[in-house]
């Protein structure tokens, strides 16, 4: 079992290194891209009393796929008319850059450490998917002090006013507490974990961790079910207490 899941984990890692798959672009009438569709349609309606201005995606261990469940999430969001950005929060391994071939020079972390700098120096657009990116930057040595910073806050505050919805792809969860850091500054948590990969506990853990800062989460996402079981790549579910 142990050597079944190091094979998988090393198949995910490097797939990531090339790139999340953006099936919901490429293949928009498949079944997978339908999934997104529907799990676009549950956030909207999550929060009907309350209108979703920011949104962070992570999982509770790394490979689980959550970088690619942001990025199709993020483009079926720009569908519907809305200035949607997509921010690369992940400063341990990006990899929003690599997805949508994105010049990774300047980004995020260009823009916390120059106060002087306006996030329309940075943020890169593409028409073709009316949607907006801010990539990681280089990668900095202290990423917790950095997303957990003043600074950080009031980029989130500035960029929440200017867009309808900003989807913040973040670490794991278990993994390093910057999740946790950015799930008190969001409106919503969505929690991606793979099928026949993530342990029942790790997800437990996440949970609990996304609990003791607050967080509202918002939900989870099944990736990686057979088809056979779902009619689906990617399944939606929506969160109760009793699931993990």
Request: glycine share 4%.
């Amino acid at each position: 079992m142990f050597n079944r899941r190091k094979k998988q984990e090393q198949r995910f890692l490097k797939e990531q290194s090339q790139g999340s798959s953006l099936i919901t672009y490429t293949d928009p009438k498949s079944v997978n891209a339908e999934q997104f569709r529907t799990l676009r349609t549950n956030i909207e309606f999550a929060q009907l009393d309350k209108q979703l201005k920011s949104l962070l995606v992570s999982s509770s261990i790394p490979t689980e796929g959550k970088s690619t469940v942001s990025s199709n999430l993020a483009f079926v969001m720009a569908q519907t008319e809305k200035r949607v950005l997509l921010v690369d929060a992940d400063l341990r391994k990006p990899t929003v850059h690599r997805t949508f071939k994105l010049n990774n020079e300047q980004g995020l972390t260009t823009l916390l450490s120059n106060a002087d700098m306006k996030f329309n120096q940075v943020i890169q657009h593409s028409r073709d998917l009316n949607l907006y990116f801010l990539p990681s930057g280089p990668i900095p040595p202290n990423p917790s002090e950095v997303l957990g910073s003043a600074r950080m806050s009031a980029l989130m505050q500035e960029l929440g006013k200017y867009f309808d919805l900003v989807i913040y792809d973040a670490p794991p969860i278990t993994a390093v507490a910057d999740p946790q850091i950015l799930a008190t500054k969001v409106d919503g948590v969505l929690l991606v974990t793979r099928h026949g990969f993530t342990k029942k506990e790790e997800i437990k853990q996440a949970k609990l961790a996304l609990e003791n800062v607050n967080a509202n989460l918002l939900g989870y996402v099944m990736n990686g079910q057979p088809i056979s079981e779902s009619n689906s790549y990617y399944a939606y579910y929506g969160y109760e207490e009793d699931e993990a």
